[in-house]
Nanobody, 119 residues
Framework: VQLQASGGGLVQAGGSLRLSCEGS????????VGWYRQAPGKRRELVAH???????NYDASVEGRFAISRDSAKNTVYLRMDSLKPEDTAVYYC??????????????WGQGTLVTVSS
């Protein structure tokens, strides 16, 4: 399984970006995918998640500003980020997991893409 994240960059506060996570060796329509972020000196945190049914969940800090979606034909999950704030600055990672045994999962991470929001 390999995840390729892209789309980060430098944007002014209030701007928008769309991150992409392309998967190989995994079919995103049959599993869950999450977008995480890690700011300098902070723990990695989950910001958005989409399950195999297409149900989405968001951290309260991004609710209403970020939207996670999936294109099954391209096996790609997107994170649309609007109304960006300086506190959204972080390295963003996509993640999926594969069950090895019941209750035992193997995690896979993309390489991370840096989002910098200037004030």
């Amino acid at each position: 399984v390999q995840l390729q994240a892209s789309g980060g960059g430098l944007v002014q506060a209030g701007g928008s970006l769309r991150l992409s996570c392309e998967g190989s060796g995994v079919t995103f329509s049959t599993t869950s995918v999450g977008w995480y972020r890690q700011a300098p000196g902070k723990r990695r945190e989950l910001v958005a998640h989409i399950d195999r049914h297409g149900t989405t969940n968001y951290d309260a800090s991004v609710e209403g500003r970020f939207a996670i979606s999936r294109d099954s034909a391209k096996n790609t999950v997107y994170l649309r980020m609007d109304s960006l704030k300086p506190e959204d600055t972080a390295v963003y990672y996509c993640n999926t997991a594969r069950m090895i045994n019941p209750g035992d999962y193997e995690n896979f991470w993309g390489q991370g893409t840096l989002v910098t929001v200037s004030s």
